[in-house]
């Protein structure tokens, strides 16, 4: 029994917890008209989508919000715990309830030039300076 329980536990994620952490920020715009949208979609945000975002070993996950010369802007950040950023971020994909969730957020967002360009949403921002 315990072997199941340990097998169903594990299934929501690609990769087992890693005692490594790796720092994760990106930037966006945000559309004037959808600010209120997406302010009240993360005031409550869907738990399903909150249990997706754990079990693929993301913790500490924020996302800021500024506005500079007129423009809104989104800066996001998370740690992520995992051994396999890029295949636990695919079960995040491929996941139907997050599919539904950035199917309300991703129209209340505005790229930045060149994450368009790569048909992206949100542009990576380099780390420059992080003290322990």
């Not at 890693?18 to 009240?40: F, M, N, Q």
């Not at 930045?112 to 360009?117: C, D, G, Q, R, S």
Request: charged share 20%; proline share 8%; glycine share 4%.
């Amino acid at each position: 029994m315990l072997p199941l329980l340990a097998l169903v536990l594990l299934s929501g994620c690609a990769t087992g917890p890693s005692t490594k952490i790796t720092r994760y920020a990106w930037v966006t715009g945000l559309k004037p008209e959808k600010v209120e949208r997406y302010e009240y979609l993360h005031a409550h945000p869907w738990p399903a989508v909150s249990q997706r975002i754990k079990a693929c070993h993301i913790q500490n996950y924020s996302i800021y919000e500024r506005e500079i010369n007129g423009q809104v802007y989104l800066f996001s950040y998370l740690e992520y715990t995992g051994t396999n950023f890029e295949a636990d971020m695919q079960l995040m994909a491929a996941d139907p309830e997050t599919q539904r969730w950035w199917k309300e957020t991703d129209p209340c967002q505005q790229p930045l030039p060149e994450a368009a360009a790569r048909g992206k949403i949100w542009s990576d921002a380099r780390e420059v300076f992080h003290l322990p």
